[in-house]
């Protein structure tokens, strides 16, 4: 029953959410505003261009931020059996955030690719940092430790970002990334990472039955014939196309990840052939609406979308972990 419900009411909710992050903000819009942003475009309307060139490319990325962090939280838990693995927690976020922070000093206004692709790189060193180490025996799989690897790995990338910021005088252009934020978002951004989102999502729902299969442990896998070492690889390198595009796009959001998937497992179950596009579709709708309250909250000042993320994200981990779930 859960389930047949959850999928209508969170699209219409989404849908909501959509035309109102294009309708609301900062400076008042009409629908008539959006309309024509959407249709007959006016290039002389000053509201139609807000929404056509500002809002809807902001909204494109949300959703695609939110589909991407929570898909990638959802397979971090499912390969690891760690009911708080999360890009964010892990140290994904803050390899990518180095990576930038690289770029930022290298190059005064990075293009969108290269922004990707610093990106890019610095996901992939976290993500292979944490597999090598929690592959060894002596480390094991544990999900104690590979959450205080993580945070270590996190703590460490994090202070050599601020120490290059402060050594090439970056902090104005670097603190966007540190609390994340949607509204630098530009359709040339979203053109560079929209292949690499898709291809995470459509990996992730491919590689979704053998990650249900791995969240039942490694014998289960086994047992059934297939490759844990294999699957959690094929999960990594989609959690890296997932984690590393949305940094580069809003920087390092921390908790999405964390949050959807237990949110989603409460009304769809544990079979993550369907927890993967649960997660995509509340993790699009749970991003988009916190960006509409980092509008609306103090205008015609804007909160970091990140702040709000975080204030829902810590009482939130602190409950579950009051009830026992974590």
């Not at 991407?68 to 959802?74: F, N, T």
């Not at 959807?260 to 988009?288: E, I, K, N, T």
Request: overall charge positive; some cysteine; hydrophobic content about 55%.
């Amino acid at each position: 029953m859960r389930q047949r419900v959850f999928f209508p009411i969170v699209i219409i909710c989404l849908a909501a959410a959509v035309l109102a992050s294009l309708r609301y903000g900062a400076v008042e819009t009409t629908w008539k505003d959006v309309a024509g942003a959407l249709g007959s475009f006016d290039p002389a309307n000053q509201g139609e261009q807000l929404v056509r060139f500002l809002r809807l490319p902001r909204m494109l990325g949300s959703l695609a931020v939110g589909a991407s962090l929570a898909s990638a939280g959802a397979l971090m838990q499912g390969i690891t059996n760690n009911p708080i693995a999360d890009s964010g927690i892990l140290g994904i976020n803050a390899g990518a955030a180095l990576g930038l922070a690289i770029v930022f000093a290298v190059f005064a206004n990075p293009a969108p690719m290269t922004a990707l692709v610093a990106s890019f790189i610095g996901a992939s060193v976290a993500i292979l940092l944490i597999y090598i180490i929690s592959s060894r025996v002596s480390f094991g799989m544990n999900p104690i430790r590979i959450v205080l690897l993580g945070a270590a790995l996190g703590s460490f990338f994090s202070a050599l970002s601020q120490s290059i910021g402060l050594l090439f005088q970056l902090s104005q252009d670097m603190t966007f990334w540190y609390v994340g934020g949607t509204g630098n978002i530009s359709w040339q951004q979203l053109q560079a990472a929209a292949p690499f989102i898709i291809t995470g999502l459509i990996g992730a729902f491919i590689v979704a039955p053998q990650v249900t299969l791995l969240s039942m442990g490694d014998e289960t896998a086994i047992s059934l014939g297939k490759n844990p070492a294999v699957i959690r690889r094929w999960s990594m390198l989609f959690v890296l196309f997932l984690a590393g595009t949305a940094v580069s796009l809003v920087g390092t959001v921390s908790f999405v990840g964390l949050i959807v998937p237990h949110v989603v497992r409460f009304f769809v179950g544990h079979d993550y052939r369907v927890v993967l596009p649960a997660s995509a579709l509340f993790g699009a709708l749970f991003f988009v609406t916190a960006d509409i309250a980092a509008r609306l909250i103090a205008p015609p000042l804007e909160t970091p979308v990140g702040v709000i993320v975080t204030i829902i994200g810590i009482p939130f981990l602190l409950v579950q972990i009051r009830r026992g779930k974590i």
